[in-house]
């Protein structure tokens, strides 16, 4: 379906160029001055020096994998494209990440240049001074709003450049992205995908579910270097010519305030943020039906709890969008939009992926019945470590890891991750569904549970509450949300232990990492 040669950045910047949309804005930014907006023409003159730079003078040739170090910015999209144009393999790092997990990622993808945001420098500097950081010899700093003036000033050399160049002419099956998963089990995989795997997420998901128009305004928390925000916050909102904000800190606060000024129409976060930010959403009216601009609000990275769903509809009038995805399928490939969404289902497999529900033989099992998520479609897993592939790729089927129920209507509901049922005395629990019952009541701000060995029934069901403020974290609080789980679920899923905790264990794309809440236990 894709011609045989193909570049990701061309199809999605140059032509939007070519076909007119040069004027049109596509990225905002909050400045300390103000706002700083790049229109379509502006991104591609910054990646065409960017590409050369690269080239001309990193020595860069196709293939060559490009380190991304910046928070979400301007400057960090436009890098994006310019190796990606420059036929290179960009390759994006969550922010936070040490000096030492970047090693063992730039040794792992034998990384040899880097493109660095001057904020970071400090920890990079450490990087490089490691010896698995050997094959990294090219790297340059920018300033994440283009301003310059920083060591091996990115922006210096751009300067010597022209805004024209022509991308190399990849082939629709070259690498252009190297993802790492999340780590929520501990280490991080890097996961490859082709310049027609961009291509076919944008074809699928966002036309068919998200539905978005060249005037919509994107905006959002998660990290370009996760797949769930360089889809939602740079490819989908391009893909139809809309515009997107990019924010270096999209904490709820920040993105509470980001969502009235920049009059935003599309927000994608993980369902925490949307439950952290209900009340002033809705004391702030931010939606559309309530006189704002939101319109479309998207979760992934985590079940979405059938009640966070009801909270931000009764908070802002709109029904979310829940979608699965991972960093090995590369995007969504269970959702449903705003009138067929299901509260407590993910959705149903969307157009061009196929979804079924199986058990340790790959027989697929039957309707109503808990079994592994398997999904086949445009894009796959493939491991830069082929060991782990044949865990996740088996018969041409992808098994991401979770539990699933599909019901009649073809509906998948989302238990728990494989390795979070929890078996209790011969009952089988699924960790989720015990938070989404704490969770209903009103002291619980957060909570995780988790499976913890107990001599006489195998494990018991141990939850970890963070209190809502003004909650006591007593014996008393303890067996008043005892009681609360057994009134709300069958009463053999209560935890049985129950510990308060501050804050939880969450990786920077906003997951709960239950093994560290083991490691507490
Ligand atoms: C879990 C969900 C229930 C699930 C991702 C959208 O999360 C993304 O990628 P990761 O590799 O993790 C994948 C795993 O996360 N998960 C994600 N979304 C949901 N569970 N409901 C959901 N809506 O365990 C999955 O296997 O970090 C999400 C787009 C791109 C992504 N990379």
């Known amino acids: 379906q894709f011609p045989q040669q193909l570049n990701c950045a061309v199809e999605l910047l140059d032509k939007a160029v070519e076909q007119g949309r040069g004027a049109a804005p596509c ?15 502006e991104l591609q003159a910054q990646a065409n020096r960017i590409a050369q730079v690269l080239v001309h003078e990193m020595g860069l040739v196709p293939g060559n994998r490009v380190l991304l170090r910046a928070p979400n910015n301007p400057m960090l999209a436009a890098c994006w494209f310019g190796v990606v144009k420059a036929g290179g393999v960009a390759v994006g790092t969550m922010p936070l990440l040490r000096a030492k997990e970047l090693g063992v990622m730039i040794e792992r993808a034998q990384i040899s240049h880097a493109l660095v945001d001057a904020a970071l420098l400090e920890e990079f500097s450490l990087v490089l001074a490691q010896d698995n950081a050997r094959t990294l010899t090219q790297w340059r700093s920018f300033e994440g709003r283009g301003l310059g003036g920083t060591p091996q000033s990115l922006e210096a050399d751009m300067a010597r450049h022209s805004d024209r160049f022509t991308a190399v002419n990849t082939a629709a099956d070259d690498t252009c992205l190297l993802a790492f ?5 501990g280490v991080p995989k890097a996961t490859m995908h082709f310049h027609r795997d961009v291509m076919a997420i944008c074809a699928c998901w966002p036309p068919h579910v998200l539905r978005a128009e060249a005037s919509d305004v994107f905006i959002g928390s998660p990290p370009l270097a996760f797949t769930f925000g360089l889809g939602g916050m740079l490819l989908f909102p391009m893909s139809v010519g809309a515009s997107t904000v990019l924010l270096e800190k999209a904490a709820p606060p920040n993105l509470l305030e980001a969502i009235a000024r920049f009059k935003a129409t599309v927000l994608f976060t993980a369902p925490t943020s949307y439950r952290v930010m209900a009340p002033q959403a809705a004391a702030l009216k931010l939606s559309a039906p309530q006189g704002g601009s939101l319109r479309k609000c998207v979760s992934a990275g985590e079940a979405l709890p059938a009640s966070t769903r009801a909270l931000w509809k009764d908070a802002t009038g709109i029904e979310m969008i829940d979608g699965i995805g991972s960093t090995e399928l590369l995007h969504i490939f269970i959702s449903a939009d705003e009138a067929s969404a299901r509260p407590g289902a993910t959705g149903k497999a969307i157009p061009g992926y196929q979804a079924c529900v199986v058990d340790e ?5 039957p309707v109503g019945q808990v079994g592994k998520l398997a999904v086949k479609g445009p894009t796959g897993c493939r491991y830069l470590d082929d060991e782990r592939q044949a865990n996740y790729v088996r018969e041409g089927w992808n098994l991401t890891g979770d539990a699933y129920v599909m019901d009649a209507d073809g509906y998948f509901h989302y ?4 390795d979070d049922m929890i078996i209790s005395a011969g009952y089988n629990i699924a960790a989720p569904e015990v938070e989404e019952a704490l969770m209903q009541h009103p002291a619980v ?5 988790i499976g913890v060995a107990d001599e006489e029934r195998g494990q018991i069901v141990k939850a970890f509450v963070v209190l809502r403020a003004g909650h006591a974290p007593d014996e008393a609080m303890v067996r ?16 049985r ?10 990786t920077q794309t906003g997951k709960l990492q239950r093994f560290r809440l083991k490691d507490i236990s």
């Open 27 to 41: 990225i905002h930014a909050p400045t300390p001055e103000g706002t700083l907006t790049w229109s379509y023409a």
């Open 181 to 185: 998963t999340s780590g929520t089990t």
């Open 361 to 365: 033989h790959m027989q697929p099992v």
């Open 415 to 418: 238990q728990a991750r494989t």
């Open 445 to 449: 701000a957060e909570c995780g549970v």
């Open 480 to 495: 008043t949300l005892q009681d609360f789980v057994k009134a709300t679920v069958a009463p053999y899923k209560y935890p």
């Open 497 to 506: 232990a129950l510990q308060f905790l501050t804050e939880l264990p969450r």
